[in-house]
T-cell receptor, first 111, second 115 residues
Framework: DAKTTQPTSMDCAEGRAANLPCNHS???????VYWYRQIHSQGPQYIIH???NNETNEMASLIITEDRKSSTLILPHATLRDTAVYYC????????????FGTGTKLQVIP | DAGVTQSPTHLIKTRGQQVTLRCSPKSGHDTVSWYQQALGQGPQFIFQYYEEEERQRGNFPDRFSGHQFPNYSSELNVNALLLGDSALYLCASSLAWGGDTGELFFGEGSRLTVL
């Protein structure tokens, strides 16, 4: 079973910030939070990951709560090309392990 | 630098047949994972190969088998195909140990239709 829970779907107006929440209440101390997105049945694409500090890259920002039980992916200025299914997963960094995806959040960016 | 490549991109089989899907990992990666994604669902973990051995396995019957070659490429074999095996099959590569961030790199998938 997936270790994360996410809303099934969300809408966001083009140009506005999209905030996608994820609950991972059973996360272990050595597990990172990773975000991926999948556009129209292409292969999932890595977005960002973090352990406990907030992270930012050219695609998005990741905010992790202090207790690490939840996180939020922020797309600062959503565009129509950001319409996709967004997956939040938890895993240790490195090694070989079973990585479980949930059903993700379908983000629809509206013109 | 080539990313993860999968072949074939699409194929159609009939029930009872066997299929082999192929994956070449991203350059420098040594670990290959396979996922099955049914329409409208998230990817489901099938198994993972490292050093030519199956290291982790998801909840899939032994009709699903795989192999990893010395050059780290991998095959997924499915025997006695069922209608329910129709799905997008995704391959993901990663580096098991080392300075990589540990992220998975996915191919574009092989779309299998079983009639």
């Amino acid at each position: 079973d997936a270790k994360t829970t996410q809303p099934t779907s969300m809408d966001c107006a083009e140009g506005r910030a999209a905030n996608l929440p994820c609950n991972h209440s059973t996360i272990s101390g050595n597990e990172y939070v990773y975000w991926y997105r999948q556009i129209h049945s292409q292969g999932p694409q890595y977005i960002i990951h973090g352990l406990k500090n907030n992270e930012t890259n050219e695609m998005a920002s990741l905010i992790i709560t202090e207790d690490r039980k939840s996180s939020t992916l922020i797309l600062p200025h959503a565009t129509l090309r950001d319409t996709a299914v967004y997956y939040c997963i938890v895993r240790v960094s490195g090694g070989y392990q079973k990585v479980t995806f949930g059903t993700g959040t379908k983000l629809q960016v509206i013109p | 630098d080539a990313g993860v490549t999968q072949s074939p991109t699409h194929l159609i089989k009939t029930r009872g047949q066997q299929v082999t899907l192929r994956c070449s990992p991203k350059s420098g990666h040594d670990t290959v994972s396979w996922y099955q994604q049914a329409l409208g669902q998230g990817p489901q973990f099938i198994f993972q190969y490292y050093e030519e051995e199956e290291r982790q396995r998801g909840n899939f019957p032994d009709r699903f088998s795989g192999h990893q070659f010395p050059n780290y490429s991998s095959e997924l074999n499915v025997n006695a195909l069922l209608l329910g095996d129709s799905a997008l099959y995704l391959c993901a590569s990663s580096l098991a140990w080392g300075g990589d961030t540990g992220e998975l790199f996915f191919g574009e998938g092989s779309r299998l239709t079983v009639l």
